[in-house]
C-alpha cells in the first residue's frame, strides 16, 4: 500500500501493480482497476476528480471511483500527487512536475532542477514539493511560476506538511 486519499464519502487506497481500493466503513474493502500493472505510488482527490500516479509515467483519473483513465504520455517514475485551489499537481523523477484544472488535461512544467521530487502538498494557499539533495519548490498562488526554496538542506526529502504558516520538511 503506497497512499491513501478521501473521495465521495470512501477511502482509497492505490499501491502496488495497479491496486486500487476504497471502503466507506474500514470493515469491507471493494477493489477498482485501472487496467494497470503500474505501481501506483500517489493519490489525491478535489471535490470533482481523483487521480492515481505511478512509474512509466502513470497518471490516471476518475470522476466517480470506479472508471479510471489513463492520462498523459509520461515516462517518468512519478512519485507524488496532490489536489489544491489551482487542480492538481504531480511530481516525480528527474526534475518531473505537471499541472492540471481537471485531473484529465495535464501540462508538464519545466523546471530549474533535474533532481528527483519525491513528494508535494498543498499548504495554506500554495503547493510544496520535495525532492532528493533538500530540492524544495513553491508557486506563487496566482501564478505559474515555480521557485526553489533556499533551505540549506542537502539530504533527500520525503515529506511535506504545514499549517499555521509553518511548514515542516522530512
Do not use: C, K
Amino acid at each position: 500500500l503506497r497512499s491513501m486519499a478521501s473521495f465521495g464519502g470512501r477511502l482509497y487506497i492505490t499501491g502496488e501493480s495497479g491496486l486500487i481500493l476504497s471502503t466507506g466503513d474500514m470493515a469491507t474493502f471493494q477493489s477498482h482497476s485501472a487496467a494497470t500493472d503500474s505501481w501506483l505510488e500517489g493519490v489525491a482527490a478535489s471535490a470533482l476528480a481523483m487521480v492515481a500516479v505511478g512509474d512509466n509515467g502513470a497518471i490516471y483519473s476518475t470522476s466517480n471511483g470506479s472508471n479510471w483513465t489513463r492520462r498523459g504520455n509520461y515516462s517518468n517514475w512519478l512519485r507524488g500527487v496532490a489536489s489544491g485551489l489551482l487542480g492538481f499537481v504531480a511530481v516525480g523523477e528527474g526534475g518531473f512536475l505537471a499541472t492540471s484544472l481537471d485531473g484529465a488535461v495535464w501540462s508538464r512544467v519545466s523546471l530549474s532542477t533535474q533532481a528527483d521530487l519525491n513528494r508535494v502538498a498543498f499548504i495554506g494557499d500554495r503547493f510544496w514539493v520535495v525532492g532528493n539533495g533538500g530540492v524544495v519548490l513553491t508557486n506563487n498562488p496566482l501564478r505559474a511560476n515555480w521557485n526553489l526554496v533556499p533551505t540549506g538542506v542537502t539530504n533527500d526529502l520525503f515529506a511535506v506538511a504545514g499549517g499555521g504558516g509553518e511548514i515542516l520538511l522530512a
